[in-house]
């Protein structure tokens, strides 16, 4: 009884798998002459079709082919109507069909399989951009472009303001990507996941970002207080803001011209060269003395690069400015106590030292008739020098006290003289020089210093 039910168990077996051998071979020569199952052409599904049919589905499908078009806060269709768009049967639907292994055809039932054909539609690029160019999103009035971020200044400190996204777009991309949509029959395309919009190039979270914000800090964190005498100068973040370039490339600097424009005012407002000093004269007259190379002179390219640096450290410092010169001190007589005062009008000289008169006499100046007066201002002892020998183009003196104070114009004794004062200068003075007796020479000699001011001033 067991071998007979096995019997018929087999041979039901056999016949179930004759008839499966049968279906899928007759489904074999179906698929040779239709499409696989799960097959598209341009996002068209045409499973189990004929090449006959599944042209007329493409066709049909086409003509009613609509792109919804999504973007930032707007959205727009597109459709195929008014640019003579056409289906161009040219083979290729042929040709899929003989590749596909019917064989197979089984394993299309989990594999889907999507042709893109690039010649199967005819149409008009330039009407269809046109209407693309005349979609909302690019209306000009409703266009936000996109801003980086950046750093402004606020009350006392860079701050960080946000991105700006904006709504403006690549017209070329959105072009690219609504052709690619048509083409793959896509029906909804987004516009910010194909990345057709123009973001900014830095957002408030970017490194670079962060990075400037920190440079910007430790520069603004400086304070360099110049000190001129009882005044100071202060360099802090209510200046330094206005200093600070940030190029598009976040790349933060400091303006050297800026800095050199300051530097210049500080020159303008705290050099005493040449400048108008009021002098109070040993014969108690108070006289306007300018002209001459004496007084304080900052050293402006100097400086300039200096503070740079300082602030680019984050420097907190009290200073005096580099000087190419200086003067013995600050305030409205920057000359001290300690000075050798020349009336050319009395021709007379005092020494002053600390305050108190050393010395005083008469002396004989530059010859006026000539052309070599001594020169007015203010200037300064360049060193001095005792046994030294003066030569001119047509003249050699040997002196004992030598003083230079401008150039090779200085004071020093003249052996060859036996009067001084009164108008000797008018006619018959020097090359420039101030003579003196040899005692005075020797007795000032004795008491001044390289540096000593020169007050050199008529009475006119």
């Not at 014969?283 to 390219?301: A, C, E, H, Q």
């Not at 007795?443 to 001044?448: G, L, T, V, W, Y």
Request: glycine fraction near 8%; hydrophobic fraction near 35%.
């Amino acid at each position: 009884m067991k071998r007979y039910l096995d019997n018929i168990m087999f041979k039901k077996i056999i016949t179930l798998l004759v008839i499966f051998i049968i279906l899928y071979i007759m489904i074999c020569c179906f698929f040779r002459s239709h499409f696989l199952i799960g097959t598209s052409i341009n996002g068209i599904d045409i499973s189990c079709m004929n090449i006959g049919k599944a042209s007329n589905h493409i066709k049909t499908t086409v003509e009613d082919y609509k792109l919804l078009i999504e973007g930032r806060g707007k959205s727009s269709e597109i459709n195929l109507s008014g640019l003579n768009f056409k289906y161009m049967d040219n083979n290729e639907l042929e040709t899929i069909v003989k590749k596909q292994n019917s064989f197979l055809w089984i394993t299309s039932i989990f594999k889907k399989k999507n042709y893109v054909i690039k010649d199967i539609y005819s149409y008009d690029e330039g009407l269809l951009k046109n209407k693309i160019d005349n979609l909302e999103f690019f209306n000009e009035d409703d266009i936000i472009y996109p801003e980086n971020a950046s750093l402004i200044f606020i009350n006392t400190e860079f701050v960080i303001v946000d991105e700006v996204y904006g709504n403006y777009l690549d017209k070329e991309k959105v072009y690219t990507e609504v052709v690619k949509s048509i083409y793959t029959g896509q029906e909804i395309l987004n516009l910010d996941e194909a990345n057709c919009y123009v973001n900014p190039k830095y957002c408030s979270y970017f490194k670079e970002v962060k990075e400037a914000k920190n440079i910007i800090d430790q520069y603004m964190s400086s304070k360099i207080t110049y000190v001129f005498g009882d005044e100071n100068e202060v360099v802090d973040y209510s200046l330094i803001n206005q200093w600070i370039k940030i190029d598009d490339e976040l790349n933060v600097s400091i303006d050297a011209q800026a800095i050199m424009n300051y530097i210049t005012n500080l020159a303008k407002k705290y050099d005493t060269v040449g400048v108008a000093r009021e002098f109070k004269t040993s014969t108690g007259k108070t006289l306007s003395v300018s002209g001459g190379y004496y007084g304080w002179r900052i050293n402006k390219k100097k400086e300039a690069q200096i503070l740079k640096e300082d602030i680019e450290n984050g420097s907190i410092l009290e200073k005096e400015p580099e000087y190419l010169q200086k003067g013995v001190c600050r305030g409205e007589n920057d000359f001290g106590d300690s000075y050798l005062e020349i009336n050319i009008t009395r021709q007379h000289i005092w020494y002053y030292k600390q305050g108190k008169l050393i010395a005083q006499g008469d002396i004989v100046s530059g010859n006026v008739s000539n052309g070599n007066g001594t020169p007015l201002g203010i200037y300064e002892i360049t060193y001095k020098q005792e046994n030294s020998t003066l030569r001119g183009a047509n003249y050699e003196a040997k002196v004992n006290y030598w003083m230079p104070f401008n150039g090779n114009i200085g004071l020093h004794d003249a052996s060859w003289r036996y009067s001084y004062g009164g108008d000797i200068y008018l006619n018959d003075g020097t090359h420039g020089c101030i003579n003196a007796p040899k005692y005075l020479a020797k007795k000032i000699f004795a008491e001044i210093e390289a540096g000593t001011p020169v007050i050199c001033y008529d009475e006119k």
